[in-house]
């Protein structure tokens, strides 16, 4: 059982980037994901979720209309489409089984991906 978390890097503020993170082992199809993000020296955030068929998605006010969760189930995959990127996004951003803040404290998260905000 496995998430891969793939897409990070760095970028300009005001800059895009998508984050892409694969399953294997599991349908990730039958679960609600999330993204949470973790910056240097503090606790892990919630970024936002999707429902397990794709038609809900909910977002952290930081992120708001600014982020797009999506999925691919035919895939086992899903998708942080991030835009107008700021400093503070700065983080190791992990996809995670479960929907809402409590997916902070799920068992089943990826190894993370860095993303770095700067000029």
């Known amino acids: 059982v496995q998430l891969v978390e793939s897409g990070g890097g760095s970028v300009q503020p005001g800059g895009s980037l998508r984050l892409s993170c694969v399953a294997s082992?599991?349908?990730?199809?039958?679960?609600?994901m999330s993204w949470i993000r973790q910056a240097p020296g503090k606790g892990p955030e919630w970024v936002g979720s999707i429902n397990s068929g794709g038609g809900t998605t909910d977002y952290a006010d930081s992120v708001k209309g600014r982020f797009t969760i999506s999925r691919d189930n035919a895939k086992d995959a899903l998708y942080l489409q991030m835009s107008s990127l700021k400093p503070d996004d700065t983080a190791v951003y992990y996809c995670?089984?479960?929907?809402?803040?409590?997916?902070?404290?799920?068992?089943?998260r990826g190894q993370g991906t860095q993303v770095t905000v700067s000029s």
């Open positions: 995670a089984t479960g929907m809402g803040p409590i997916a902070t404290m799920s068992p089943l």
């Open positions: 082992g599991f349908i990730p199809g039958n679960y609600d």
